[in-house]
């Protein structure tokens, strides 16, 4: 069993780590090792303890780079790690390890041995670039394996266990399995990971106050009062380079290594606490979604002579008949003449089929910024842009999920349905954020309005460019909740449509810039999809010579 376990284990990592997700965020873990070791002379910095630094050692950055992976790991990790159930159920590989004797406890460990190894697999990364990053730096060269890695596995490694837990469960739950499940994953781990800093937090949180109290008692060792000193964890710029101090390293209590092994062991027991609901694949219980398929096949398999068409007598079915010439070419409307079409149905695929509670919000929300006084319509606007998410998500992916990405790559004016998508996704901010639009009018905010114009282009503007970036709305569901957040918490420079005020004034960039940003996306996203459409029609030229009889 021990061995079966191993294989599932390493036939997750193996698959997850050749996708480019992990590449990607591979690469920017590495940058974020650099950018936790800034120049001695730099302005910005991760880690900020009353504008003090300790001196370039391993103990100081083996937890400084701790902490920063710690937390972005657990926001970006997830969404690497968090589709390999997914991808058992659409490949039928599921189906198959289902009718094994393999328990369902053991095939959920598994799952969650995969997703911790791949996250592992990054912190391993992220410490090799510490450890190089110190010796760039020349303040300490020699580098001390254990002060370095003791906090990656009392901070950072318990983290890591728990994201991984949490996408097992959110992968198994019927709720949390689609793209809900990564707008709740944002704005819950954002609130973990800030609640986690305080001293107060329950298990220690995320172990920050702990190091913040060490560095503080370092500072008052050498007369300097750093009690009412701010802590700051996260990429902030200051006004001057923070001054550094010998710090003899950051030594974990006993309590909080305990509460670290209370969270690991949670993390273990919240990953086989899916077996209570989870459908081993079973499509007799509903849980994969569409009719069921016969056992032994899988979603790609072509038909078979047993699934011929037959004619109504139970025979094969007679062959078509053969069909007369075909008429002149008729000369069809150009691609820009039937736009407004396009565009309409863009919206309908997009609107299509929601639920009347999706439109009952919409109307809820337009009701409460007629309602409410002027001064509440940036907040209305911004829980207005909010709600549509999962619908601007497929932007730039429905294509390649249906099937259709070669088909629509030969329509002759690309660009027209590329912008008419986009187009769409406009339409459906201007339709959610109408009532707030209307309040701000009515009451001569024109900083508002042109805000809430730029805010209509942008949001489109990067769900498209992640869409066809990546191919799946995943990142545009991590990374839209996060500026959203931001924003809800009066983060001015990410203020993409003025919700963020000072005297009524803007605080955040100016519109024009923030229209000018949407449209540099939906211009990377052209070109990305220009770039994969050329080598897409050499290929079909190429197979139609291939086909052409010879004479």
Same mark, same amino acid.
């Given at each position: ?16 780590? +050749? ?32 504008? $003090?630094?300790?001196? $370039? *050692? ?23 790690? +968090? ?19 393999? +328990? ?12 911790? @190894? ?33 906090? $990656? ?85 200051? *006004?001057?380079?923070? &001054? ?35 459908? &081993? ?116 992916? +429905? ?47 024109? @900083? ?31 990374? $839209? ?71």
């Amino acid at each position: 069993m021990v061995r079966g376990y191993a294989r599932l284990v390493l036939g997750d990592v193996r698959e997850r780590v +050749r996708r480019p997700v992990y590449l990607v965020t591979l690469l920017a873990t590495v940058g974020l090792g650099y950018v936790a070791v800034p120049a001695v002379d730099s302005r910005w910095t991760v880690v900020d303890v009353a504008g $003090y630094r300790g001196v $370039y *050692d391993s103990a100081y950055v083996g937890t400084v780079t701790a902490l920063a992976g710690a937390l972005w790991l657990t926001l970006a990790g997830f969404y690497v790690v +968090r589709n390999t159930v997914a991808r058992d159920r659409e490949t039928g590989v599921g189906e198959l390890l289902a009718a094994t004797r393999l +328990r369902t406890p053991v095939y959920l460990l598994a799952k969650f041995g995969g997703n911790l @190894a791949v996250l592992v697999s990054m912190l391993g990364v992220l410490a090799a670039t510490a450890a190089v990053m110190q010796v760039a730096r020349g303040e300490a060269v020699w580098v001390d394996p254990v002060r370095l890695l003791t906090p $990656y596995l009392v901070l950072a490694l318990p983290l890591m266990a728990l994201t991984a837990a949490a996408a097992v469960v959110f992968e198994t739950a019927p709720v949390l399995r689609g793209g809900a499940g990564n707008v709740v994953w944002s704005v819950a781990a954002l609130t973990l990971l800030l609640g986690g800093l305080s001293p107060r937090a329950p298990l220690g949180g995320l172990g920050a106050a702990s190091v913040a109290e060490s560095f503080r008692a370092s500072l008052a060792a050498r007369g300097v009062d750093a009690s009412a000193g701010e802590f700051s964890l996260g990429l902030t710029y200051v *006004d001057e380079p923070l &001054r550094a101090i010998e710090w003899p390293g950051w030594e974990p209590s006993g309590e909080l290594v305990a509460t670290r092994l209370v969270i690991l062991a949670a993390a273990v027991v919240l990953a086989v606490l899916p077996a209570l609901w989870f459908d &081993r694949f079973d499509p007799a219980r509903g849980a994969a979604g569409g009719t069921p398929r016969p056992r032994g096949t899988g979603p790609h398999t072509p038909p078979g002579p047993e699934h011929a068409p037959r004619d109504g007598a139970g025979g094969p079915a007679t062959a078509p008949p053969r069909l007369g010439p075909l008429p002149g070419p008729i000369r069809a409307p150009g691609a820009w003449a039937v736009f407004p079409r396009l565009v309409a149905g863009e919206l309908r695929m997009l609107v299509g089929g929601r639920s009347r509670w999706w439109w009952a919000g919409v109307a809820a929300i337009t009701a409460a910024a007629l309602l409410l006084p002027a001064r509440s319509a940036p907040t209305v606007l911004l829980l207005a842009w909010i709600w549509p998410v999962l619908v601007w998500s497929g932007l730039g992916t +429905r294509a390649r999920l249906v099937g259709l990405d070669g088909l629509l790559a030969s329509y002759p004016r690309a660009g027209a349905r590329f912008l008419a998508e986009w187009t769409a996704g406009v339409a459906v901010a201007a339709l959610v954020g109408a009532g707030p639009l209307v309040r701000m009018v009515a009451s001569g905010d024109a @900083a508002g309005v042109s805000a809430w114009a730029a805010g209509a282009l942008f949001v489109p503007g990067l769900a498209l460019a992640l869409g066809v970036v990546s191919r799946v709305g995943r990142p545009f569901q991590a990374v $839209y909740p996060l500026l959203w957040y931001l924003v809800l918490n009066g983060v001015s420079p990410v203020d993409f449509l003025g919700a963020v005020r000072a005297d009524g004034h803007l605080t955040g960039p100016p519109p024009p810039l923030v229209a000018a940003v949407a449209l540099g996306l939906l211009g990377t996203a052209a070109a990305v999809a220009a770039a994969r459409s050329r080598p897409g029609a050499l290929r079909a030229a190429a197979g139609a010579l291939r086909e052409r009889p010879s004479r």
